[in-house]
């Protein structure tokens, strides 16, 4: 049984910051891109993050400079550090392992967290 439990979620203020956590089991965590995605009410799951095996990390435009994306294979998790939040960071945040990308698109692995919600408000 694959799992992906997320942690870390709360609320912040504007400019403050946040780490979250997801810790893997059942895969051989190592040898898997692993994703941060975020999804609100009502828009499309978004790519925010990915990091690769050989630790390689890009970032959606709307979060470079402020999010960093990291891994501990030892423990078997990824963490999302989430730096100068704002207000459209405001979102349902997902690990996800398998993450892959095409040329054109992200795609998203077969197994999910069950997210972690994030809220960034004064």
């Known amino acids: 049984q694959v799992q992906l439990v997320e942690s870390g979620g709360g609320l912040v203020q504007p400019g403050g910051s946040l780490v979250l956590s997801c810790a893997a089991s059942?895969?051989?965590?190592?040898?898997?891109?692993m994703g941060w995605y975020r999804q609100t009410p009502g828009k499309q799951r978004e790519v925010v993050a990915r990091i690769l095996p050989a630790e390689t990390t890009d970032y959606a435009d709307s979060v470079k400079g402020r999010f960093t994306v990291s891994r501990d294979n030892a423990k078997n998790t990824v963490y999302l550090h989430m730096n100068s939040l704002k207000d459209e960071d405001t979102a349902v945040y997902y690990c996800?392992?398998?993450?892959?990308?095409?040329?054109?698109?992200?795609?998203?692995?077969?197994?999910w967290g069950q997210g972690t919600q994030v809220t960034v408000s004064s």
């Open positions: 996800n392992a398998g993450t892959a990308w095409d040329g054109r698109r992200y795609f998203a692995g077969p197994y």
């Open positions: 059942g895969i051989i965590f190592s040898t898997y891109t």
